[in-house]
Nanobody, 127 residues
Framework: QVQLVESGGGLVQAGGSLRLSCAASGRTFSDYAMGWFRQAPGKEREFVAAISARGGGTHYAGSVKGRFTISRDNAKNTIYLQMNSLKPEDTAVYYC????????????????????WGQGTQVTVSS
């Protein structure tokens, strides 16, 4: 079992920045590829960014590429999502997720392939 707890959400003006954190506990963190997803009101959950188990590989949704950066610190069992140049359309609940992988280089982008999810943190971007 893996427990995930997100933090760092809040209210920010358009053009501003936030850094989300996701702390993991319960299993060997470096065995898991990690990802960030988001869900806006009335919309389906969508992929934002993902990182491989050791951090060597990343992948981003087109809508956030160049503005968001995913990273991880396996010594702290934590992943981060640095969000810059925020837009009102980035408003959503942001979730982190963990996927048990057998290959360290794998980056997981499909929600159904994730095994554990956090409770989410609200990000609101005002115009």
């Amino acid at each position: 079992q893996v427990q995930l707890v997100e933090s760092g959400g809040g209210l920010v003006q358009a053009g501003g920045s936030l850094r989300l954190s996701c702390a993991a506990s319960g299993r060997t963190f470096s065995d898991y590829a990690m990802g960030w997803f988001r869900q806006a009101p009335g919309k389906e959950r969508e992929f934002v960014a993902a990182i491989s188990a050791r951090g060597g590989g990343t992948h981003y949704a087109g809508s956030v590429k160049g503005r968001f950066t995913i990273s991880r610190d396996n010594a702290k069992n934590t992943i981060y999502l640095q969000m810059n140049s925020l837009k009102p359309e980035d408003t959503a609940v942001y979730y982190c997720a963990a996927s048990r992988v057998t290959l360290q280089a794998i980056v997981v982008v499909i929600p159904d392939e994730y095994d554990y999810w956090g409770q989410g943190t609200q990000v609101t971007v005002s115009s």
